[in-house]
């Protein structure tokens, strides 16, 4: 069921000729979205930490890929990322900041400082650089889509993850700044999911899971599959009169 709202999406758009960059791209909602950017006919670099967990997601998709390891809050390493996608792949299109990290789990009042720096230097400063980067290496010439993953978080306070929620907090409001200096050639937006079964939110889905899936409109969590297809309108051209909106993806979560 992951897959599905992002295979459906694909068949609905086309991205031929395109490049696009994945962060966070070893496995959940950066792999689906990945995975459906290269199904709709694109080029897709894979982005992550670890080697060899990116190599195994990028060898499991059929299209056009290649990885590039690379810490997402790491200046240099998105360089490098974006230097090889421009090197193996001739440009880059659309770029998708989903890396993120979240090493406090409890009030935020009581996180230790090395940890709420490391939160915002991946969540916040990363999509910055990233952004920066391929805006420098042709985005500004020949436009393109960047595409923030962002939280419902964001948008209202969750549970025990506050400083991660205030880093999405801080993203929307930098893709508006973004979409407001970028265009007409770059579109920038961002997509707030609610609570997916991914292993980045295996926590918080097996604490309050269930509860959180009764209460909602549709009744369930939402997967990877529900978010890529978001992504996948946002970076093709159905989307090309978007720039700076944030689509929450929540099964009606910001209903309640």
């Not at 420098?136 to 393109?144: E, N, Y």
């Not at 609610?194 to 409109?217: I, M, N, S, Y």
């Not at 599959?225 to 093709?236: E, I, P, R, T």
């Not at 051209?237 to 689509?247: F, K, M, N, P």
Request: charge should be neutral; glycine fraction near 14%.
């Amino acid at each position: 069921m992951g897959a599905v709202g992002g295979e459906r999406a694909g068949n609905l758009v086309d991205l031929a000729g395109r490049v696009a960059i994945v962060t966070g791209a070893s496995k959940g909602i950066g792999l689906q979205i990945a995975t459906a950017l290269a199904g709709a006919g694109a080029a897709v670099m894979l982005s992550a930490r670890k080697a060899g967990p990116l190599a195994d997601a990028a060898a499991g998709i059929a299209g056009t890929v290649d990885a590039y390891p690379a810490n997402a809050g790491d200046p240099e390493g998105a360089q490098g990322c974006v230097a090889a996608t421009v090197e193996r792949f001739g440009r880059v299109d659309i770029l998708v900041n989903n890396a993120a990290t979240s090493p406090h789990y409890g009030p935020l009042v009581d996180i230790d400082l090395p940890r709420w720096d490391k939160t915002f230097q991946v969540n916040i400063r990363g999509p910055l650089v990233w952004t920066q980067a391929v805006w420098r290496a042709g985005m500004r010439d020949h436009g393109g889509n960047v595409l923030n993953v962002a939280s419902i978080g964001g948008i209202r306070p969750g549970g025990g993850i506050g400083a991660y929620d205030v880093t999405k907090a801080a993203l929307i409001h930098q893709t508006r700044v973004l979409a407001s200096e970028l265009g007409p050639g770059v579109r920038v937006n961002a997509i707030a999911p609610g609570l997916v079964r991914t292993d980045f939110a295996r926590v918080l889905v097996e604490a309050h899971g269930e509860q959180v899936a009764a209460e909602l409109p549709l009744r369930r969590l939402g997967t990877p599959g529900d978010v890529a297809g978001a992504a996948l309108w946002l970076v093709s051209d159905l989307a090309a009169w978007v720039s700076g909106h944030t689509l929450v993806v929540d099964g009606g979560a910001t209903l309640q």
